[in-house]
């Protein structure tokens, strides 16, 4: 009689190939699906995140206007930001634990020395605490809290999945993608952040699934708010060749006020170290709420005021006031650890910065510049590249939000002169990097690394291998096939390993022997640690490093096999097959 496997265990098994199939470099089908997945349910939070926070806004800013706050009365100003930080310090207080991490930086640090294994509790502190900033009027944007949102979801997915630590990766850059997407109707500066900013690198195993999740959020989010860009802008006349000693210029320019917003940035986190996290707050809405007595322009994302530096409504002398006190009070939220990003405020001052260079060239010097309002478009690329290093990711952006073709060159040549003053004169790293660094951790892209973070040890493990009790007779390996290698098995759990021609010519050697202890038998034997069949190459050399061991047993529960050991990796196989 055939016996019938239980449905839970061919459920079971069926669940198990899935998520390991997902692990391997040509599981697109796969991936696609979680991308997908990852698409639709991170377009999801963030449709609901930024109707939350326009609404608040629209409740307490004069006219129901949410980018409004320059109608606000002298009191308003500096209170709201002050409140805002004593709200996110009881937040913080009561309900965040100390390990729980917000933003960008956040982000990369779980990605890079975590396997991209994000909570969900980090995932609402953020929604919280970043609809606070905003709301409160912090100069901040909403693009970090959306990119950290966005990665919570993929990760979360992942693992509630229970899937390999590699396709969570990959899932974590699919929500990334997808955040940017959402929250900006910009899906291909999505792609292009998730691959150049968050995995720092181009793979084709991750490049489908990252599309297909910001293809997916972009559609959802303009159901839900329209198709217009975020920035409506009218037709712009073309940059002659004959401007581009100005494009020049300005890309000087902006390198220089990157460099400074990243050096205020460190030197203010360095200065406020020794502060406890309420000071800090405090100290952040102090700071904006004072700047923006004289200044109100610099409180929230400041897309109105952009819209207004393009259109040419603003004098010079507001211009760089507003260029000078946003990078301030930007700088300070950063450092003081506001829950939320830089991108629209890096905007904001690339897009001031530039007409005002421009307004002073051809008002003052009475050069032949076309327009000011290309130079803010073009200043706001270049600020964004510079910051962030990633210059594509920041070209395309501003081409999405301002849907203007003739800015590509330009911006082009504006980023590249931005990065390199930034990059190679004023040896800058990118602000995110700053940041990671700030808080003790250092990373090497290196091709290495990032080849064994792709793989799962699943695909390096060896299955010629038994596990043997540590006292067994003779007659038990009448039914085995000695193989390659034998794990020692005691108490159920795998401590050491021998080679399986060891085993046999001791058996040789000694026919009288009927119990054998292997632990105690004169044989060489091999320190073994066990890692989890879900974590990458990357933690398997890792753990020979820091565990000092010779094997690593790879483990994971299988309920039709009623096994625990999968497989094995020797050190000595890992680095002729690996590390080269």
């Known amino acids: 009689m055939k016996y019938k496997l239980p449905n ?10 899935f998520r390991f199939q997902t692990a391997r470099a040509d599981a697109l089908v796969h991936l696609s699906i979680l991308g997908l997945s990852v698409g639709v349910l991170t377009s999801l939070v963030l449709t609901f995140f930024i109707f939350c926070v326009n609404s608040a806004l629209a409740l307490w800013l004069p006219l129901g206007d949410s980018e409004n706050f320059e109608s606000l009365n002298l009191a308003s100003r500096l209170l709201a930001p002050v409140l805002g930080s004593v709200i996110l310090l009881l937040i913080y207080r009561f309900i965040a634990k100390e390990s729980d991490g917000v933003g960008v930086v956040n982000v990369l640090e779980r990605l890079r020395y975590h396997d991209g294994l994000i909570q969900l509790r980090s995932l609402v502190l953020q929604f919280i605490g970043a609809a606070v900033a905003l709301v409160s009027g912090h100069s901040v944007g909403r693009e970090g809290p959306a990119i950290h949102m966005g990665s919570a979801v993929g990760s979360v997915l992942g693992q509630q999945l229970k899937l390999p630590h590699n396709s969570v990766r990959t899932l974590l850059a699919c929500g990334s993608a997808a955040a940017i997407s959402a929250a900006f109707n910009t899906p291909l500066a999505g792609v292009i952040f998730a691959m150049e900013v968050i995995v720092v690198e181009y793979s084709f195993a ?3 699934p990252i599309m297909i999740a910001a293809v997916v959020a972009a559609g959802i989010a303009q159901w839900a708010f329209g198709s217009d860009a975020l920035l409506h802008i009218d037709a712009m006349p073309s940059i002659s060749a004959a401007e581009i000693p100005f494009l020049i210029l300005l890309g000087v320019l902006v390198g220089c006020a990157s460099t400074l917003f990243t050096y205020l940035i460190k030197a203010i ?9 309420s000071m800090r707050f405090i100290l952040a809405g102090f700071v904006t709420g004072t700047l923006a007595l004289l200044i109100p322009e610099i409180m929230g994302m400041g897309y109105d005021t952009i819209n207004a530096a393009i259109l040419g409504q603003l004098s010079m002398s507001l211009l760089f006031a507003i260029m000078l006190l946003k990078l301030i009070a930007t700088a300070c939220a950063i450092a003081c650890g506001i829950p939320a990003g830089l991108i629209s405020p890096s905007l904001v001052i690339g897009a001031v910065g530039g007409a005002l260079m ?4 051809h008002h003052t010097l009475e050069l032949p510049i076309q327009n000011s309002g290309m130079y803010a478009i073009i200043g706001m690329s270049a600020m964004m590249g510079a910051c962030l290093q990633a210059p594509l990711a920041a070209l395309t952006a501003v081409f999405e939000i301002t849907t203007h073709h003739n800015i590509i060159w330009p911006s082009m040549l504006s980023i590249v002169v931005a990065q390199l003053v930034s990059r190679q ?18 990373y090497q892209h ?6 064994l973070q792709r793989s799962s040890v699943k695909d390096a493990m060896s299955e010629d291998y038994v596990c043997l009790a540590r006292v067994f007779t003779r007659n038990t390996l009448e039914h085995i096939n000695l193989p390659e290698w034998i794990v020692i ?8 390993a021998i080679a399986g021609h060891h085993l046999i010519a001791y058996l040789e050697q000694h026919p009288e022997l009927d119990a054998i202890d292997l632990l105690d038998a004169p044989l060489e034997q091999h320190t073994i640690a066990s890692i989890d069949i879900r974590s990458t190459l990357a933690k398997a050399r890792e753990m020979f490093s820091q565990e000092k061991v010779a094997m690593l047993c790879v483990t994971h529960w299988n309920p039709l096999a009623q096994t625990f050991v999968q497989g094995v990796i020797s050190r000595e196989s890992f680095n002729q097959t690996f590390i080269r």
């Open 446 to 451: 290196d091709p290495v690394t990032q080849s």
């Open 8 to 17: 839970k265990s061919i459920i079971t098994k069926h669940l198990d190939d």
């Open 269 to 277: 986190s360095i200065k406020t170290q020794s502060l406890g996290l």
């Open 358 to 361: 421009a307004s002073f060239l």
């Open 489 to 496: 098995e005691d108490n159920q759990m795998p401590v050491a």
């Open 425 to 442: 004169i004023f040896k800058q790293p990118p602000v995110f990097d700053l940041l990671l660094s700030l808080r003790g951790f250092s």
């Open 206 to 208: 991750s490049f489908i």
